[in-house]
């Protein structure tokens, strides 16, 4: 296994024309929800977006805390508010949290649905646009929030392909963008983190060096969701990291002892080292691995 750094690069063209859409639809907005992965709250948030949205009202959504640590959702929470932002946890899949959401952009809104209103302005609704990067979840948020199923949900980023208005209720619309990541990541860390989660396409991406990374943090941070997962004994993590042998080498060695208990084989009994690491990164992104948050306030 190679200590050398991962070097991740992507921004596609369609993401620069992307970037200039939102701005022009911004003139048509009142309210923005950015979602985030609560998992990775601050690798998830794309720094144009603040820049972007300026002076816009806006509300942050901690999605698929379903997936993330319970006890860091809540200091997020609280990080955000500290901060004057308003932001809310919530599970699309579930429903959790969205009501809320609804209920934050009524409020922040209600002055000027009142001055709407005195204008004889009755029928005019809170124009929301939902912002965010690539699987972060929009669409799910979307089909919970208008109960409906009318946009293409994936586990991988890039679904939604085109503008789209969403009547939510007889207050508000909402008008979905396509995922949009930025042209340069700050570092290392963030890149992992949206590789991790499938922010980024994993057919780019050296699959075997992102898993091999996952299970580095995994093992120091949320060992015991490994143990419990993979059916391994501390003893035997220990021992294997207590090697005289380089880090990289006895991280690997845990992922080839996953590859054997998973039966991730191939022809002569050596483990497949694509299909391990596949398996490491979908139990981490379906839940299968417990609920761990990678970002900790």
């Not at 929009?138 to 199923?149: A, D, E, G, P, Y």
């Not at 042209?183 to 991406?205: C, H, M, Q, W």
Request: proline share 3%; hydrophobic share 35%.
């Amino acid at each position: 296994m190679n200590e050398n750094k991962t070097n991740i690069n992507w921004y596609p063209g369609h993401m620069a024309k992307t970037k200039r859409q939102i701005q022009e639809d911004l003139k048509l907005i009142d309210i923005v929800i950015e979602l985030l992965d609560s998992r990775i709250p601050i690798s998830s948030r794309n720094p144009d977006i603040a820049e972007i949205v300026k002076n816009k009202d806006k509300i942050i959504v901690l999605n698929k805390s379903d997936l993330s640590d319970k006890k860091e959702n809540e200091k997020w929470i609280k990080h955000f508010k500290e901060n004057n932002q308003i932001a809310v946890e919530c599970d699309s899949n579930s429903g959790y949290g969205v009501n809320e959401v609804l209920r934050a952009i009524e409020k922040i809104k209600e002055k000027e649905l009142q001055e709407f209103a005195l204008k004889g302005r009755t029928g005019r609704k809170i124009r929301a646009m939902i912002l965010g990067i690539p699987n972060v979840g929009k669409s799910s948020f979307i089909n919970r929030v208008s109960k409906t199923n009318r946009l293409e949900v994936g586990n991988k980023p890039g679904v939604t392909k085109k503008k789209q208005w969403i009547r939510i209720n007889d207050k508000i619309e909402l008008l979905d963008t396509p995922g949009v990541l930025w042209p340069r990541f700050e570092n290392e860390e963030v890149a992992l983190n949206l590789a991790y989660t499938g922010s980024i396409k994993d057919d780019i991406l050296p699959q075997t060096e992102i898993a091999y990374q996952l299970l580095k943090y995994l093992l120091e941070n949320y060992r015991i969701n490994v143990l419990e997962r993979y059916n391994l004994s501390n003893n035997y993590i220990e021992d294997i990291l207590n090697r005289e042998e380089p880090e990289n080498f006895n991280i690997y060695e845990i992922m080839l002892e996953i590859g054997r208990k998973r039966g991730a084989i191939i022809s002569g009994g050596q483990v497949d080292d694509e299909k391990v690491s596949r398996i490491i990164l979908e139990d981490f992104r379906s839940g299968k691995l417990g609920n761990i948050t990678l970002e900790k306030c």
